[in-house]
């Protein structure tokens, strides 16, 4: 089934500002909230936000979505080395009656 | 807290079928749906369905129409996935997730392993 399009990999320095970006369709990312999951090698997918900017209890404010049309964006400001993990973005298809991700991508912090 | 756990790894041979737990608590077990999300080995997150632990209703992806089991026991807040007809491409992490305002619980992942 169709899923939405992410960058691979981004790469950033220590502190700097990361923007990844997920794009879709009018069927999920355009008219369905996406959420943006951060997973760590060797552990569950964690939620960073939903619904497009929301941000559940105990996430930090360094990470903020948007979304603008069938793209949304997930910024982190002040990268940390912890930040270095994969980035899944996620929403639901009302066209195929199911939960798409994209692809993910991996950020790097240098 | 809410805390899902899910049973432990898994070895299966091709054909063979598996069936994975997933024991919730801390939460009102039947007001919530559970999502089953898998990951092969390198690979990103591939949702294959939902349960409403309620109705008891379903919804599955597509791929997995036809191999796909998704039950569950409302007295002991468990939810079951099985898959049958596995193949060596159904190696991978298998993930219930909670879905209330996003996906904020997930299960620690259970290992199926299909090797002959």
């Known amino acids: 089934q169709a899923g939405l399009t992410q960058p691979p990999s981004v790469s950033k320095g220590l502190r700097q500002t990361a923007t990844l970006t997920c794009t879709g369709s009018?069927?999920?990312?355009?008219?369905?909230?996406t959420a943006w999951l951060q997973q760590h090698q060797g552990h569950p997918p964690k939620l960073l936000s939903y619904?497009?900017?929301n941000r559940p209890s105990g996430i930090s404010e360094r990470f903020s979505a948007s979304r603008s049309g069938n793209t949304a964006s997930l910024t982190i400001t002040g990268l940390q080395p912890e930040d270095e993990a994969d980035y899944y973005c996620s929403a639901w298809d009302s066209s195929l009656t199911a939960w798409v991700f994209g692809g993910g991508t991996k950020l790097t912090v240098l | 807290q809410v805390q899902l756990v899910q049973s432990g790894a898994e070895v299966k041979k091709p054909g063979a079928s598996v069936k994975v737990s997933c024991k919730a608590s801390g939460y009102t077990f039947s007001s919530y749906f559970m999502h089953w999300v898998r990951q092969a080995p390198g690979q990103g997150l591939e949702w294959m369905g939902l349960?409403?632990?309620?109705?008891?209703?379903?919804t599955y992806a597509q791929k997995f129409q036809g191999r796909l089991t998704m039950t569950r026991d409302t007295s002991t807040s468990t939810v079951y996935m099985e898959l049958s007809s596995l193949r060596s491409e159904d190696t991978a992490v298998y993930y219930c997730t909670r879905e209330e305002s996003g996906h904020p619980d997930w299960g620690q992942g259970t290992l199926v392993t299909v090797s002959s």
């Open positions: 009018s069927n999920n990312v355009g008219n369905q909230g």
């Open positions: 349960i409403h632990p309620s109705a008891g209703s379903t």
């Open positions: 619904r497009n900017n």
